[in-house]
T-cell receptor, first 113, second 111 residues
Framework: EAQVTQNPRYLITVTGKKLTVTCSQNMNHEYMSWYRQDPGLGLRQIYYSMNVEVTDKGDVPEGYKVSRKEKRNFPLILESPSPNQTSLYFC????????????FGPGTRLTVL | QKEVEQNSGPLSVPEGAIASLNCTYSDRVSQSFFWYRQYSGKSPELIMSIYSNGDKEDGRFTAQLNKASQYVSLLIRDSQPSDSATYLCAVGVKGTYKYIFGTGTRLKVLA
C-alpha cells in the first residue's frame, strides 16, 4: 500500500530535549516536505526536499533541521524544542513533476512543556 | 494581506444543496492550485487540482480558476453530511517547490 508514515504519532516532551520525528514514504517520490498546522494559521511549510541531499527552507524553518540521506526518509529534528513548537506536524511527499499530488502522512501531535 | 485567503466559516448548507467555497491568492503564488479536504484530527486529502483558467469537474466537485481575478473556487453539488469538514486551498509558488495553504473553510452540511 502506497503511504507516508510518521513516528511518533503523539509526543509530549520538555523544553530543550532534542527530538526527531521520522517520515518515510514507499512511493519512490523525489519530493518531500514538512508542515506544521496551528489553529487560525493553517498549514505552514517548514522545510522541503527536492531529492537526496537537496533541501530548502519553507516559510517557518526557525528551530528546525532536516536531512535527506535516503530517498524514502526525511526526518524532522528539533534540537532544542520550545513551547511555541507545540503543534500538529505533517510530512508529505510527491513525485518531482509540478502537477503531481502531494500525499500526506497521518500527522504527529507534539506538545512541548 | 495574506498570500492565500479563505473565509474561515463555518459555512452551513442543507443536505442536497450546492456548497461554494472560495479562495483568493496573491500574484506571487500563482502556479498550481489545489483543494484539500481535512476531517478533524486527520491529514489533508486532495480533492481537486487545477492549473489553467476555467472549470474542472470530478464527480460532485467542480473547481473554478480565474487567474485574472486571482481566485479559485470549489463547488460541491448534492452536499452530503459526510462532506462536513475543513476545506483547504493550496497554491504552488511560481518557480519553486513551495506551497502556501489558506487557513481553511469549515463546511457543515445539515441533514
Amino acid at each position: 500500500e502506497a503511504q507516508v508514515t510518521q513516528n511518533p504519532r503523539y509526543l509530549i516532551t520538555v523544553t530543550g530535549k532534542k527530538l526527531t520525528v521520522t517520515c518515510s514514504q514507499n512511493m519512490n517520490h523525489e519530493y518531500m516536505s514538512w508542515y506544521r498546522q496551528d489553529p487560525g494559521l493553517g498549514l505552514r511549510q517548514i522545510y522541503y526536499s527536492m531529492n537526496v541531499e537537496v533541501t530548502d527552507k519553507g516559510d517557518v524553518p526557525e528551530g528546525y533541521k532536516v536531512s535527506r540521506k535516503e530517498k524514502r526518509n526525511f526526518p524532522l529534528i528539533l534540537e532544542s524544542p520550545s513551547p511555541n513548537q507545540t503543534s500538529l506536524y505533517f510530512c508529505a511527499s510527491r513525485r518531482a513533476g509540478s502537477t503531481d499530488t502531494q500525499y500526506f502522512g497521518p500527522g504527529t501531535r507534539l506538545t512541548v512543556l | 494581506q495574506k498570500e492565500v485567503e479563505q473565509n474561515s466559516g463555518p459555512l452551513s448548507v442543507p443536505e442536497g444543496a450546492i456548497a461554494s467555497l472560495n479562495c483568493t491568492y496573491s500574484d506571487r503564488v500563482s502556479q498550481s492550485f489545489f483543494w484539500y479536504r481535512q476531517y478533524s484530527g486527520k491529514s489533508p486529502e486532495l480533492i481537486m487540482s487545477i492549473y489553467s483558467n476555467g472549470d474542472k469537474e470530478d464527480g460532485r466537485f467542480t473547481a473554478q480558476l480565474n487567474k485574472a481575478s486571482q481566485y479559485v473556487s470549489l463547488l460541491i453539488r448534492d452536499s452530503q453530511p459526510s462532506d462536513s469538514a475543513t476545506y483547504l486551498c493550496a497554491v504552488g509558488v511560481k518557480g519553486t517547490y513551495k506551497y502556501i495553504f489558506g487557513t481553511g473553510t469549515r463546511l457543515k452540511v445539515l441533514a
